[in-house]
């Protein structure tokens, strides 16, 4: 690698980039609506082992006994402490200056233009580097908060495949009652869910297709009208609230409860084609009771403390190292940009979790072969249906009629957790029946 032709102005840039990145940034994040909500919603953490980890304690607080004096205190189980770990990927982008490029630079110096007009063309490629970076992190985020996941696939990466999974709790985890629909009575079921644990949420971070679906509901409007002190029955069409007043009376109603929305695209270029992609799975609710939620975890590049000779390096927001080389045959000018870096999901014991795409439907095919109602069909499995009422009875404390529907039973069934649903489908094995009467 050889020193930029352009090193002095090179080495008047550098030291200024983190300004001119913020600056951008700013810029972004208001004209543009760019968010960052990794840089919000994460603390960053130095990590001088190169590895991350998240520990999760699964804890329940429990009153303490009422004993008497000279008496020995009752002894009470321990939390449970769960750990994720592993070391931090490398993230890297490099733009090349071909010698088209070039010589426009040098066409700008020979004519005489101004220092600042010059600098701002050779200042392009590192603020590119710098939010490239950006874009993958915030990119990883939103798919490991909405996931519990990070999943970095082929097919919008140019280099090694990435899969992490945060550990989400099965417990905390919920569906919906009608497939592809979210209701407030939904919403209901995790927040009690919730704050049986002890824990408050506070906010509701899911997609803004989700969001509105959600305000479109029946139960939305009555919400609102009902906030309002509007006076309606059965027969009222009530209008679709507008985004302001649904928020402010689902927050009055739910404790104070507010949305996070989010409607975030990211561009990937694979094979030098780009595309458009959300990152955010739009079927997630995630319920938080903070919006801190982790760490974003970096660590020191080798080329950093092993710096290469006629490289000028900067470094930005403390993790990206930004360097600048001239190659020859062709002759280009290279700006690369890299980073030990990810942003890591913590406490995930207080992070409830809903799909809306999660929902047994009735099996019509097999409803109607069932002309005594004896059997259900769930999971794609036939149940004798006596036996499977009395396993999910058995597992909820609920009275279910043994004359219910198997829609309204299999409304049950996609109430529960994913915890309590795996063990109804553990209780139930036995239970299978041959084939619909």
């Known amino acids: 690698m050889i020193a930029s032709q352009f090193i002095e102005i090179i080495k008047g840039i550098f030291p200024k980039l983190q300004n001119v990145v913020d600056k951008v940034n700013e810029k972004r994040n208001g004209d543009k609506q760019r968010t960052y909500l990794h840089k919000t919603m994460l603390r960053k953490v130095y990590s001088a082992d190169q590895k991350w980890s998240s520990a999760s304690v699964n804890t329940t607080y429990v009153a303490a006994d ?34 088209t490029d070039i010589n426009a630079v040098n066409i700008m ?12 063309k050779l200042t392009a490629d590192p603020v590119s580097c710098s939010v490239a970076i950006d874009e993958q992190n915030e990119a990883n985020f939103l798919s490991g908060l909405s996931n519990g996941i990070v999943a970095v696939e082929d097919d919008k990466n140019t280099g090694t495949a990435l899969r992490i999974n945060f550990g989400y709790l099965a417990e905390n985890g919920f569906g919906v009652t009608i497939k592809d629909e979210i209701t407030l009575d939904d919403i209901e079921r995790v927040l009690s869910a919730a704050n049986k644990n002890g824990d408050s949420i506070s906010v509701i971070a899911l997609a803004l297709s989700a969001y509105n679906k959600l305000r479109n509901t029946q139960g939305a409007k009555e919400l609102v009208a009902n906030y309002r002190g509007q006076t309606f029955d059965s027969s009222t069409k009530l209008p679709v609230p507008v985004a302001s007043a649904f928020d402010e009376a689902f927050k009055d109603n739910y404790s104070g409860v507010t949305f996070l929305k989010i409607d975030r695209s990211v561009i990937y270029e694979k094979d030098g084609k780009r595309k458009s992609y959300k990152p955010w799975n739009e079927n997630r609710l995630i319920y938080l009771t903070s919006t801190e939620v982790g760490a974003l975890v970096w660590a020191t590049l080798a080329e950093k403390t092993n710096p290469v000779e006629g490289v000028v390096y900067t470094t930005v927001d403390e993790y990206k190292l930004i360097s600048r080389y001239r190659t020859t045959d062709p002759l280009t000018e290279t700006t690369a940009g890299q980073a030990l870096v990810l942003p890591v999901i913590e406490n995930i014991d207080q992070i409830y979790y809903q799909d809306i795409s999660e929902a047994q439907t009735v099996n019509e095919t097999e409803e109607t072969k069932d002309s005594t109602d004896v059997k259900v069909t769930v999971w794609g499995t036939t149940y004798k249906k006596p036996e499977f009422i009395a396993a999910l009875k058995s597992l909820t404390g609920d009275r279910i009629a043994s004359n219910i529907s198997d829609a309204k039973l299999i409304e049950k069934v996609n109430a529960l957790s994913d915890e309590q649903e795996e063990a109804l489908k553990a209780a139930v094995e036995s239970t299978k029946a041959t084939s619909a009467a």
């Open 109 to 120: 110096k020979a004519q005489g233009q101004e220092w600042a007009q010059i600098a701002n």
């Open 66 to 99: 009422m004993v008497s004096m000279n008496s020995p205190l009752p002894l009470k189980s321990r939390d449970s402490i769960a750990h994720s770990n592993g070391t931090l990927p490398k993230i890297g982008i490099k733009k090349v200056m071909m010698e």
